[in-house]
């Protein structure tokens, strides 16, 4: 059994076949979903998605970095209000974007500082999105620190020594589709790194795994990137997707 620890399942970029995309992921022994919230636009058709497959999908709920705009407090209370009224696996995604805009980077903070509070408070993991941004996200999970704060680097394309920097606030590293690209450089030296540190996940629709890169990524390809790591770590498929399901059931409590 696999598990996805990051999809998007409800982009619309689903729309047309989205139940035969999600039972191609099933027919490929991924069974398990983790869904990240993006803003309070998406949450209804993450909602949607839960009650169409309640026994596969499971919910975050988290305000990602590129959304943190001029309105972030009044979404931040939105993220705070869903989590009174039901049950969430995870608080993301969240964390500091600096690809797209710079200039947002103090209020980018600030929420990522109040989300780590949230989940902690909720005693939820959190999952990180980091783009451009390492050591602005190490600076803040560094005053936060405590036993309480755990989580997943989602889509980890840094250095070793950013992965075990990461991995010293006791995050895991969400290993996608740039694991199979020429320059993606994590498959230089992932092996060491104890895949007891490691999750799997597609970020569908984006990344896609060779021989796909580039197009539409889905949740079924998430058995690329098993064989992928197999073949870097040395060891079988079905001791990865053991060994990754857990940590995912170590780290969501699901």
Not at 58 to 83: C, D, I, W
Not at 86 to 96: D, K, V
Not at 147 to 158: K, P
Not at 216 to 233: G, P, Q, T
């Amino acid at each position: 059994m696999l598990t996805d620890t990051h999809t998007h399942l409800y982009s619309d970029a689903f729309e047309a076949d989205r139940t035969e995309m999600i039972q191609r992921a099933m027919a490929e022994g991924v069974n398990r979903f983790f869904i990240p919230a993006i803003d309070s636009e998406t949450t209804e058709d993450m909602y949607a998605l839960e009650a169409t497959f309640p026994e596969h999908m499971f919910l975050m709920m988290g305000l990602h970095p590129t959304s943190v705009k001029e309105n972030y407090e009044a979404e931040l209370r939105h993220v705070t209000t869903q989590l009174e009224k039901r049950t969430f696996y995870a608080i993301g995604e969240i964390g500091i974007d600096l690809y797209w805009d710079r200039s947002t980077l103090s209020i980018q903070k600030k929420a990522l500082k109040q989300q780590i509070q949230l989940a902690k408070k909720h005693k939820l993991p959190i999952v990180i999105h980091c783009r451009d941004a390492f050591d602005e996200i190490f600076e803040v999970l560094e005053t936060e620190k405590d036993e309480n704060l755990f989580g997943i680097f989602h889509c980890f394309t840094g250095t070793l020594a950013q992965a075990e920097r990461a991995i010293s606030f006791n995050m895991k590293l969400g290993i996608g589709g740039v694991v199979t690209f020429k320059n993606g450089k994590i498959d230089t030296f992932l092996h060491q790194i104890p895949l007891k540190h490691i999750v799997l996940e597609t970020d569908s629709p984006y990344l896609s795994p060779v021989p796909y890169r580039g197009k539409r990524n889905e949740s079924s390809y998430l058995s690329l990137i098993c064989k992928k790591v197999a073949e870097i770590y040395g060891v079988s498929e079905e001791e990865v997707a053991r060994t990754t399901t857990k940590n995912s059931k170590d780290t969501f409590g699901i």
